[in-house]
């Protein structure tokens, strides 16, 4: 008998253990194995001491997220004793996505390192403050930076982040790969660039003149700019004219054929990275941005990257802006994530930053005696005086994925240009139209 | 009385088990077939509209749908023969007693336990245009002048997706015929060697029939692994180039993860769910009819 009641307990408190389990709330935060503190961002605290959560896509691989928690954040705190920041690091595709749900779920940080293309999107969907309205000290701190990074934040009357770094992509040339077949310089034009692919190809059968790691806006927008042609037209209203207009048309076939005759790879599965690749003489040119001089300096030593101007061609030089800005999304702690924000702007944090490669925004920490010093950031700030961003649209990240088919289409599949071309910027229109 | 008491602490032990169930695979499996009625995004949890057979409908006007059944099709016609001639033709070398039998028997095994993700990450090393295959092929034996695209080319990375396939599954099918072969009777082959049989003949005529049941079972279990083929596509082509490869889960997983229709992502599950459930249904018919 004692034993059947024994037993009736133990069931008892299995079934309440399950029950509670099953009945936990949802209140985890996925990226907490990664942050450096374990608080959740919308956990109750006392006003007095204040855990920010910080979701960011600092690199892990460089020294980009030490710098961050290593020199950055305890700067941060020790200056601010009541505020902690948890800082959670997440690969750039996959913070994009972590926001786009995070507002569904009502799981969002106070503060996000945003890819300036993500802003439009992010402010469509109501998620960002308007840092203008809100700070009294707005117009102070944003004098400090540079106009042109400062502009991507810029959606109708208010600004709803601040710059945080700014890049460019140049071309990288491999400087053995171009002597040996005979080419004594990068090529400053497209006729150039076009003429040294063949010359690579023949000395080096093995490898590729140029590689391109994907066909998206970022990887396409400086052909078709630089050759004169367009995906939307300057008021972003429509695709029709411009991406499939001859200027577009003419780089888009040119590039086909370089595809079609073994010249031009990088974006298909199975190719070298193309980083990895220019180190190890896979790929005799590519377009990348300061990132890889870091990843050089970690995995390739012997290496001697060369960096110059990207091809010009009818249209001139025209990269690609990148860069990235800061936003708040708190509606708990804005003051606080103000605070924050106005740190990591700051002429120390942006020092810290350019030391491990992102380009600062700071008028201040631009002429700073260390990163005055830094060689290689000369081609990039070159490049930046003609570099143009993205369109700023919310449907962007679905115009890159129409972007991208496009092209696979037209390099893997042998498409028509033209006949792509047209399906694309009808698909385009359709998106801007929604 | 007594049995009556033994019928209540049953229930007792039999309840917990049964809510884990119902918490953790009936609620679930439930909630999501309503869900493949609605329109249901991950961007918008709390804002879903009722749209009735529409995400069904959608599936059936999707190229995609024609793209990853041909894809499953072509993986599953190579990689479930494939599994099974090489496992059977393992398990019959490997079933009789001979030193060093248990260390080839360990050895067929290992891919079986090797993570999904290790075997596909070294495929795709041995198979990138750079790869060490092409490095033999072209760099060593001059067999190609140029490097070969196996995993941009749609239906040379489907063959090479069922070669990892293959690989990872020859053990396990090479488990399940050790036991049905320990199972056949020796006394049919010594019968059939008395009346002159050769080796070729028991095979074919004692040893395979005798373990007809178990590659019934395999053949169904392979199928229906084959449907569910994703870690692999996943890492060695994402499903690319241009969907060339995409499978029946990594396009579900797209279109959950990447574009957050979770709506359109349920019904691709259920409708998927079918072929696999007739199959299994098709299965216990068939062992209750041989029982």
Redesign the interface.
């Known amino acids: 008998m004692r034993n ?1 009641k024994s ?2 307990l133990i ?1 008892t408190l ?2 309440l253990a ?2 509670a389990a ?1 009945c936990g709330n949802g209140n985890n935060n996925n990226g907490q194995a990664q942050g450096t503190a374990g608080a959740s961002p919308n956990a109750e605290q006392p006003a007095e001491d204040v855990t920010l959560t910080f979701w960011h896509h600092y690199s892990t691989a460089s020294a980009e997220e030490k710098t961050l928690k290593e020199v950055l954040i305890p700067k941060f705190e020790a200056e601010h004793p009541n505020i902690r920041v948890n800082a959670v690091s997440f690969p750039w595709d996959q913070l994009h ?1 972590k926001l ?2 995070g ?3 009502g799981e969002l940080p106070d503060v996000a390192r945003l890819d300036i293309i993500w802003v439009p999107e992010l402010q469509a969907n109501d998620m960002l403050v308007a840092l203008d309205e809100k700070f009294d000290d707005f117009a102070e701190v944003s004098k400090e930076l540079l106009a042109g990074p400062l502009s991507t934040a810029v959606i109708g009357a208010h600004t709803y982040a601040l710059p945080l770094n700014t890049n460019t992509k140049v071309l990288f040339w491999n400087e053995k790969m171009f002597k040996e077949a005979g080419l004594n310089q990068a090529p400053a034009t497209m006729d150039e660039f076009f003429a040294a692919l063949p010359k690579l190809k023949d000395k080096f ?2 490898s590729w003149g140029f590689g391109e790691p994907a066909l998206r806006g970022w990887n396409v927008l400086p052909w078709l700019w630089s050759n004169g042609g367009d995906v939307l037209s300057p008021d972003n209203t429509t695709a029709q004219g411009y991406l499939n207009g001859a200027a577009s048309v003419e780089i888009a076939t040119k590039l086909q054929q370089a595809f079609s005759q ?1 010249l031009i ?1 990088g974006f ?5 990275p193309v980083t990895e ?1 220019h180190a190890k003489d ?1 790929y005799g040119m590519m377009a990348e941005g300061p990132w890889a001089f870091a990843q050089f300096t970690d995995q390739f030593k012997e290496f001697k990257p060369m960096a110059a101007s990207f091809p010009a061609g009818k249209g001139g030089s025209v990269q690609v802006l990148g860069g990235e800005d800061i936003g708040i999304l708190s509606k708990e702690h804005p003051e606080e994530s103000w605070e924050f924000v106005k740190f990591m702007v700051s002429e120390a944090a942006e020092v810290e930053m350019g030391k491990v490669g992102q380009i600062p925004v700071n008028l201040k920490a631009m002429e700073h005696p260390d990163i005055k010093a830094i060689s290689y950031f000369a081609p990039f700030l070159e490049q930046l005086t003609t570099s143009k961003a993205r369109p700023p649209v919310s449907a962007w990240p679905q115009i890159d994925d129409v972007l991208n ?1 496009a092209f ?2 037209i390099f ?2 042998k498409a028509d240009v033209q006949k792509t071309l047209d399906g694309a910027a009808q698909q385009i229109d359709d998106l801007l139209n929604a | 009385m007594y049995a009556k008491k033994l019928r209540r602490d049953a229930y007792l032990f039999f309840i917990p088990g049964f809510l884990f169930v119902c918490w953790f695979i009936v609620y679930p499996l439930v909630q999501n077939f309503l869900y493949s009625f609605y329109d249901f995004r991950l961007t918008r949890l709390s804002d879903k509209t009722f749209i009735g057979l529409d995400n069904y409908h959608a599936i059936f006007h999707e190229k995609l749908l024609w793209i990853s059944l041909r894809n499953l099709l072509y993986y599953g016609l190579l990689t479930v023969p494939g599994q099974m001639v090489l496992g059977f033709l393992a398990a019959y070398a490997l079933y009789r007693s001979f030193p060093g039998v248990k260390f080839f028997r360990a050895v067929y095994f290992v891919p079986v336990v090797t993570s999904w993700v290790v075997a596909s990450l070294v495929f795709k090393f041995i198979f990138t245009d750079r790869g060490f295959l092409n490095y033999l092929l072209t760099d060593k034996l001059h067999w190609t002048s140029a490097p070969v695209s196996w995993l941009s080319t749609p239906f040379l990375a489907l063959t090479v997706l069922a070669l990892l396939g293959i690989w990872k599954g020859i053990g396990w099918v090479m488990v399940l015929y050790l036991a049905a072969l320990q199972n056949v009777p020796q006394s049919l082959y010594d019968a059939a060697k008395v009346d002159g049989a050769g080796a070729w003949q028991r095979l074919v005529h004692i040893t395979i029939p005798s373990v007809r049941q178990t590659s019934s079972f395999i053949q169904v279990m392979l199928i229906i692994g084959s449907f569910n083929v994703f870690t692999s596509v996943m890492l060695m082509t994402g499903g690319g180039p241009l969907h060339e490869t995409e499978v029946l889960l990594s396009w579900m997983y797209n279109k959950a993860f990447k574009h957050y229709d979770l709506g359109y992502a349920a019904a691709l599950a259920y409708l998927f769910a079918l072929p696999i459930a007739v199959l299994n249904w098709l299965q216990m018919r068939r062992d209750k009819e041989s029982d």
């Open positions: 059947r037993l009736r069931v299995m079934l399950l029950l099953g996505q786009q749900i507002a569904s779920a059968p093995q073994g790879t298909k599965p199975g190719d070298t690749g896979v088919d696979m289409q893997l599949q």
